[in-house]
């Protein structure tokens, strides 16, 4: 088993910057990806970003691309998530989630762990 907890959230005033963290435990292994997803009241959960296990690939969805990044501390087993110049519709529960199969694709069906969710909330 693999347990996942998010932590970093809150509340940040547009133009401003949040970091996410999303510490892993448990199981190990030596192939995988990871994620980041968000979900808005009303709206299906959305792929953010996504990045393999060594780092050495990431993936980004075209609203995020060039304000967010995605990055991971092996040693620390921790996914982070810098968010810069944020927009008010960025405000969801964002979660990480784990791929076995280390596709790092933006499918949530694709992973196979998820953490409880962490809430960021951007005022305009």
């Known amino acids: 088993q693999v347990q996942l907890v998010e932590s970093g959230g809150g509340l940040v005033q547009a133009g401003g910057s949040l970091r996410l963290s999303c510490a892993a435990s448990?199981?190990?292994?030596?192939?995988?990806?990871m994620a980041w997803f968000r979900q808005a009241p009303g709206k299906e959960r959305e792929f953010v970003a996504a990045?393999?296990?060594?780092?050495?690939?990431?993936h980004y969805a075209d609203s995020v691309t060039g304000r967010f990044t995605i990055s991971e501390d092996n040693a620390k087993n921790t996914l982070y998530l810098q968010m810069n110049s944020l927009k008010p519709e960025d405000t969801a529960v964002y979660y990480c989630?784990?791929?076995?199969?280390?596709?790092?694709?933006?499918?949530?069906?694709?992973?196979?762990?998820w953490g409880q969710g962490t809430q960021v909330t951007v005022s305009s």
């Open positions: 989630a784990l791929d076995l199969s280390a596709q790092y694709g933006s499918s949530q069906y694709g992973y196979d762990y």
């Open positions: 448990g199981r190990t292994f030596s192939t995988y990806s």
């Open positions: 990045i393999t296990w060594d780092g050495s690939s990431t």
